[in-house]
């Protein structure tokens, strides 16, 4: 082991070399991954909802369409009309539906249901909500449906610069350098770039898995970089040698930042085995990325170290201190019992647990929605010879709407 950390420090700068052009190769591979935007495609094959999808897929040869619901706030009485002819010449577009009852427009928003005849993961579909997101950018506008769902990210792009600032600010502060959070972010982004680009080797990845794997990656691999670091600044205490440092840094922090990856590593792969499929796309990419983090705090992070050891030398600062004895004390005085009040919290947690509610649908709350009441389709299937049973339950739901 000492010969193979010897040779990582001895030939970083080729090592650092080569990871920059995988980083160039894997964001070019990134682009062609394709994206899966359609999760009723990881349901179980025994699911109700599957099978029936599987059987109207088969039977009924339905046309491809779909929708994009656009809201516009403080349009001009004679504009809404203008809006709609507009929309209904843009290329892609079937038909538009709008009129100027109240289901349309209602406290200072209007409403346009654009239609489109072809799927939402189409060229078609997708050229039709960037004109139309173009065209209406100077406006106060919200969308939502099927195209808009395509097009739009899981997670916005605030929320990624939101939670990479916060990263980066905790690590600032918590850091003995200015310079070190910044090092680390690099290692880690690196690792984050070759996640994405072997992506290619799967068929797909869910639009879920391609939109927060990144973050979590980040989360779940910064401690490496940590622990590295700190081991590297006790070797300086020992000889000024920085680059003897770093091999005995790299040769004594490489178990127990290896174990501490395996465990998350397994604990990942567990949720190949959920019946629901996103969580096996979620886990192997998830793993695999963390893997990824692990190669490149072992091959990227020392090399970027021992280049900027004199800017962290020259940027040193006091980081905080915590004085733990008095929760060491504490802990220490309900030790007897410490067990019987975690049985507690287990057992209420237990029966608190029946009282979370879960989402069956994949559709978010919007804007639109809070505005307009948006319908959620149902079909049915059925056999020819029930149609007089499915008749009658029908009308009996028509019943059971109106005296609401």
């Known amino acids: ?30 682009k062609q991954v394709k994206v899966n935007y359609d999760l009723a495609q990881y349901l179980p094959d025994t699911s109700e909802t599957r099978i029936g999808m599987d059987i109207m897929e088969e039977a009924i040869d339905a046309p491809e369409s779909s929708f994009l619901n656009l809201m516009l706030k403080n349009l001009k009485t004679e504009e809404k009309q203008d809006v709609k ?20 427009n ?5 409403l346009y249901i654009v239609n489109v005849e072809a799927d939402e993961e189409s060229e078609i579909a997708t050229k039709v ?27 916005p792009t605030w929320i990624v610069v939101l939670a990479i600032f916060c990263a980066l600010l905790i690590l600032i502060v918590m850091s003995e350098s200015y310079v070190e959070p910044f090092l680390f972010l690099s290692a880690i982004l690196v690792g984050v770039i070759l996640n994405k680009g072997t992506n290619i080797w799967f068929p797909s990845v869910s639009n879920i898995t391609n939109s927060i794997v990144a973050i979590l990656q980040l989360a779940l691999s910064m401690d490496y970089s940590i622990m590295l670091m700190n ?52 886990g192997l990419v998830l793993a695999k990325g963390v893997l990824f983090s692990l190669v490149s705090i072992f091959l990227v992070l020392p090399a970027l170290i021992l280049i900027f050891d004199t800017a962290i030398h020259k ?7 915590f004085n733990l004895e008095k929760l060491g004390k504490f802990s220490y005085f309900i030790r007897p ?28 709350a919007n804007e639109v929605s809070e505005v307009f009441t948006e319908n959620n389709q149902m079909a049915i299937i059925y056999k020819n010879e029930e149609e007089e049973k499915i008749a009658k339950l029908l009308r009996k739901f028509g019943k059971s709407r109106k005296s609401r």
Do not use: W
């Open 1 to 30: 082991m000492k010969k193979i950390t010897d040779f990582i420090i001895n030939k970083r700068y080729f090592i650092l070399f080569l990871f920059g052009v995988l980083s160039i190769v894997s964001i070019h591979f990134s």
């Open 129 to 155: 909500y960037e004109e139309i997101t173009k065209h209406f950018a100077d406006y106060e506008i919200h969308t939502s449906g099927p195209i808009s769902d395509r097009n739009n990210p899981v997670l």
């Open 337 to 364: 019992i410490s067990i019987f009040l975690f049985m507690g919290f287990f057992a209420t947690s237990f029966f608190l647990k029946g009282n979370l509610g879960i989402l069956y649908t994949d559709s978010e």
């Open 231 to 282: 081991r590297y600044n006790q070797e300086k205490e020992k000889t000024k040698d920085k680059t003897k440092a770093m091999k005995e840094a790299l040769y004594h922090a490489f178990s127990s930042i290896v174990s501490s990856s395996i465990t998350t590593i397994v604990g990942l792969l567990c949720l190949v085995f959920m019946s629901f499929t996103i969580g096996r796309d979620l």
């Open 85 to 104: 002819k507009y929309l209904e010449k843009v290329e892609g577009v079937s038909s538009v539906d709008y009129d100027d009852t109240e289901k349309f």
């Open 106 to 110: 209602k406290a200072g928003n209007t």
């Open 315 to 321: 940027t040193k600062k006091k980081s905080p201190a």
